[in-house]
């Protein structure tokens, strides 16, 4: 008996490459067990050789995941942010990342009102505790030049599920060299001291300071947010893509691919206009020090979730798996000790 079986397993997206798998075989007589059992090794085997098909997509851990609920919180920068300016739940997260395989999320901090920062981490910490989401970890917000500090830090001794901080640098209110002011420098070695980590959300054009201030904290691990925050848009990122180098070399520092799709031209932007800035990234830090972050929902600006990380699928295509799955996942478990 003669058969030939075909496999065709596609992406999420037209975009990304799918392939086919075909096999021809030539037999006297086949069982009907005999044939399920081969085509389903066929399409096990197809799957491992393309984890970006549809039926195996690599696993996610988002490690930048927001969440707000203006009936609970105040986010004073919303005010500059209309189409962002309403609650952003847990539910709505969940309908984004749908059929993404988005195994694990950290919640990435949301510059709420400082007197709701305590009140904020404490709200996520609940999350995490009922283990009936992806939410496993959470970056919290803090002010490390505060007087207080190590005080605000004492309430989150002994939770695990706190993994860091973060500032953000690129407020109107925050000059350049703020965080190389003494009192900021010593609260960033605290969080070390703590085996907590930092995120650094800043300006591109203050990548040099963060250069200094990785410098004064050896003992601190640090996570650049958003690729160092560069304009998709801009003819010339020769200046950043110097500081991206130079960040790279301080072996305490890990890039999070993430947020830049939000400075993309709404409506007509294309996976290869996100290119460069990815690819300069990765190829600076090496493939063990970047991390995948959602961005969710500031992504949406200018694209879904999906589309994000179609996009990125779509520039690392032609990486090695193993690569790929560094930085969607595996690196993650590591700098943000979730294992």
């Known amino acids: 008996m003669w058969f030939r079986s075909t496999f065709k397993l596609y992406d999420q997206a037209d975009s990304l490459r799918g392939f086919e798998l075909v096999t021809t075989k030539t037999r006297n007589a086949v069982t009907r067990r005999e044939f399920l059992g081969e085509?389903?090794?066929?399409?096990?085997?197809?799957?491992?050789?393309?984890?970006r098909a549809e039926l195996a997509p690599l696993p996610i851990i988002d490690t930048h995941q927001h969440l707000w609920d203006l009936?609970?919180?105040?986010?004073?920068?919303?005010?500059n942010a209309k189409t962002l300016d309403r609650s952003f739940l847990m539910s709505d997260y969940l309908k984004a990342v749908q059929d993404?395989?988005?195994v694990k999320s950290i919640y990435m901090e949301v510059d709420v009102h400082v007197s709701q920062q305590l009140a904020e981490a404490r709200e996520v910490m609940s999350i995490i505790a009922r283990g009936d989401t992806p939410m496993v970890g959470a970056v919290i917000s803090g002010r490390p030049n505060s007087d207080n500090f190590k005080s605000y830090l004492d309430h989150f001794q002994g939770k695990p599920a706190i993994k860091g901080l973060r500032q953000v640098l690129h407020?109107?209110?925050?000059?350049?060299?703020y965080c190389l002011e003494p009192k900021f420098i010593a609260g960033i070695k605290l969080l070390g001291d703590r085996n907590l980590s930092f995120d650094l959300c800043m300006r591109s054009s203050e990548l040099a300071d963060a250069a200094k201030l990785v410098d004064a904290c050896p003992g601190t691990t640090f996570i650049l947010d958003h690729c160092g925050n560069p304009n998709v848009q801009s003819a010339d990122r020769?200046?950043?893509k110097q500081d991206i180098l130079s960040l790279a070399k301080r072996p305490n520092v890990t890039a999070k691919?993430?947020?830049?799709?939000?400075?993309?031209?709404?409506g007509s932007w294309t996976a290869d206009d996100l290119a460069p800035i990815i690819?300069?990234?990765?190829?600076?830090?090496?493939?063990?020090?970047?991390?995948?972050?959602?961005?969710?929902?500031?992504?949406t600006l200018t694209a879904t979730y999906r589309q994000w990380v179609e996009a990125l699928l779509q520039v690392v295509k032609d990486r090695p798996v193993d690569v790929q799955k560094?930085?969607?996942?595996?690196?993650?478990?590591r700098v943000y000790k979730l294992a």
Do not use: M, Y
């Open 326 to 333: 560094k930085l969607l996942h595996d690196n993650a478990i």
């Open 257 to 266: 691919i993430s947020g830049i799709v939000a400075s993309a031209k709404a």
């Open 100 to 102: 993404l395989n988005v």
């Open 71 to 79: 009936d609970r919180f105040k986010l004073p920068w919303l005010e």
């Open 39 to 51: 085509t389903a090794g066929l399409a096990a085997t197809a799957i491992l050789l393309d984890p």
């Open 171 to 177: 407020s109107k209110t925050t000059p350049q060299g």
């Open 279 to 299: 690819n300069h990234v990765i190829d600076a830090f090496g493939p063990d020090r970047v991390v995948f972050g959602g961005d969710w929902p500031v992504c």
């Open 238 to 240: 020769s200046q950043w």
